[in-house]
């Protein structure tokens, strides 16, 4: 990609998704084949008044020879000076952005049981870090094309050709296509952002107490949802209101089902790259609220350990919907990566359910939160349901139903 669209893609991760304020730190987390884009954003938010910004390099080759050759005990070590830099990046309120570039399937040879008992032991040491930066800070997931990941997209190009394809198609997934108006890239993506958002609010002013989903491929589904909880769509703000973009692209309106409440079949529409590994043609079956009985063609034991993982993997934090008019979708590919598939279709979440939904949040414990119906996990992993057949209809307080979408797309006042 040349200079000037990397450096205009940078300006808009940090004003339009970071929103880097005069002073503020700045942490980008990033693979190693990715330099170019980091010294660009790392030149744009000094530019926006950073104070300092560090660097946290990755390469996915690496962690899969740790995976293959590390002891167990060693992986799940977590070194002291590791938590502490957590704890003050917590504490400080440091910016995150995380930059995506690795392959789906760059892991697919690492067990997954290892992986998840990994994690299990793990997350006990993170957990408190995790809790009490929790809506405090601002944070970014973004995507950069690599010749890897470009490679699944599209495997009957050149990697030369194939990457610089998938940069153009991220590019557009974040509106930094040319406007007429002259606005700038930030603009347009704030605009695109507020449109989600008053979505969000008509959904929440329904007071909807369900919704149910079907669709002629086996989806049948109903899921119960908290009192009060908000629908979201577009930006969040931090408890102290500073703007922020979780995920860029973005076309969902979410929000967080009630624990314990979900009854019924979804069947996957779209192929979840889990781990590195990817799980194909799958099913899921919930029974007052727990996932109880699943299927897949491919990936079967990835999805056995993501449901394994703990208590509340087996229940759902999400529920989003998203139009097949969305124009990730209409980019007529599979980008075999969550945060561009996801936008892309319907999808549901198993794991931790999002606190800064629910009413008052700022002022509730986490037995609180719990007590009101919001799902708790170490994971959070989202996988699509979305189809051209697929109806979403909302339950009213007095029971009567309200159409949501119909054949995968917005009607009545949402379209």
Excluded at 259 to 270: E, F, H, I
Aim: contains cysteine; negative net charge; glycine residues 8%.
């Amino acid at each position: 990609m040349d200079t000037s669209r990397l450096d205009t893609y940078a300006e808009l991760l940090v004003h339009g998704g970071l929103h880097i304020r005069r002073g503020q730190k700045l942490v980008i987390r990033s693979s190693t084949g990715q330099a170019p884009l980091v010294r660009a954003v790392a030149a744009a938010a000094y530019a926006a008044g950073a104070a300092t910004i560090r660097i946290d390099w990755n390469d996915q080759a690496i962690e899969r020879l740790a995976w293959l050759h590390e002891s167990e005990d060693r992986l799940a070590e977590i070194e002291p000076w590791w938590l502490a830099r957590q704890a003050q990046d917590a504490d400080q309120a440091t910016a995150i952005l995380y930059l995506n570039d690795s392959d789906p399937e760059g892991l697919a040879d690492v067990d997954s049981q290892l992986m998840m008992r990994v994690r299990q032991r793990r997350f006990p040491v993170i957990k408190p870090i995790i809790e009490r930066s929790e809506n405090r800070y601002v944070w970014v997931i973004a995507a950069a094309a690599s010749p890897a990941w470009a490679g699944r997209v599209y495997p009957d190009l050149t990697p030369e050709a194939a990457t610089a394809r998938l940069w153009e198609r991220i590019l557009e997934s974040v509106h930094m296509q040319p406007d007429d108006d002259g606005a700038t890239a930030a603009a347009r993506w704030n605009r695109h952002q507020a449109r989600l958002a008053e979505r969000g609010r008509r959904l929440t002013a329904l007071g909807l107490v369900e919704v149910r989903y079907r669709s002629a491929n086996g989806t049948d589904f109903r899921s119960g949802l908290i009192p009060g909880a908000l629908w979201m769509g577009g930006g969040e703000t931090t408890l102290d209101g500073k703007p922020f973009s979780p995920n860029m692209p973005t076309e969902e309106i979410f929000t967080s089902p009630r624990r314990g409440d979900a009854d019924g079949w979804l069947v996957a529409t779209k192929p979840l790259s889990l781990s590195g590994q990817l799980v194909d043609d799958f099913r899921i079956r919930f029974a007052d609220g727990r996932a109880v009985e699943w299927t897949a063609g491919s990936g079967q034991d990835a999805l056995d350990a993501l449901i394994a993982l703990d208590e509340g993997a087996a229940f759902l934090g999400e529920l989003a919907l998203v139009p097949q008019s969305s124009p990730i979708q209409q980019a007529g590919i599979l980008f075999h990566n969550t945060l561009f598939d996801e936008n892309a279709s319907c999808h549901v979440a198993l794991g931790r359910g999002f606190s800064n939904l629910l009413p008052n949040h700022e002022k509730l414990s986490k037995e609180e939160q719990t007590a009101l119906g919001l799902n708790d996990s170490m994971t959070h992993v989202d996988f699509m349901i979305g189809s051209s057949d697929l109806a979403v209809d909302g339950v009213l307080p007095d029971g009567s139903l309200i159409p949501i979408l119909r054949d995968g797309e917005w009607v009545g006042d949402f379209a």
